[in-house]
């Protein structure tokens, strides 16, 4: 059996978030056009560079952190954890109904 993909609505909505998110990096990247071609004419370089400069080297710094993250694997298993918390927290819960977490005489 196969399943229709486009029914339970997972695919429209990824299609419509990677739309969304392409719209605004196109946003961004003529933003960025405007950026350097403002600040190499003359007018008011100084202010237009000491305002968005610091914007783009935080842009970039969490840039780096999402590309390290990746590289680390941290995207690779991200519900791994959430099962490991739960099944910790059950083990916790066992102790606790046995009375040996805290070692209350």
Not at 10 to 30: D, E, Q, R, W, Y
Not at 42 to 71: D, E, K, N, Q, R
């Amino acid at each position: 059996m196969t399943k229709n993909r486009f029914k339970d609505g997972k695919f429209i909505s990824v299609l419509v978030v990677a739309i969304t998110v392409g719209a605004a990096g196109l946003t961004f990247m003529f933003k960025l056009y405007e950026f350097v071609a403002a600040s190499t004419t003359g007018i008011l370089p100084g202010i237009v560079t000491a305002t968005v400069l610091p914007y783009f080297f935080i842009s970039g710094g969490f840039l780096l952190l999402a590309g390290w993250a990746w590289a680390g694997g941290h995207y690779k298993n991200i519900e791994g954890v959430k099962r490991d918390m739960l099944m910790q927290e059950e083990v916790y819960e066992k102790l606790e109904r046995e009375h040996k977490l805290f070692y209350n005489k």
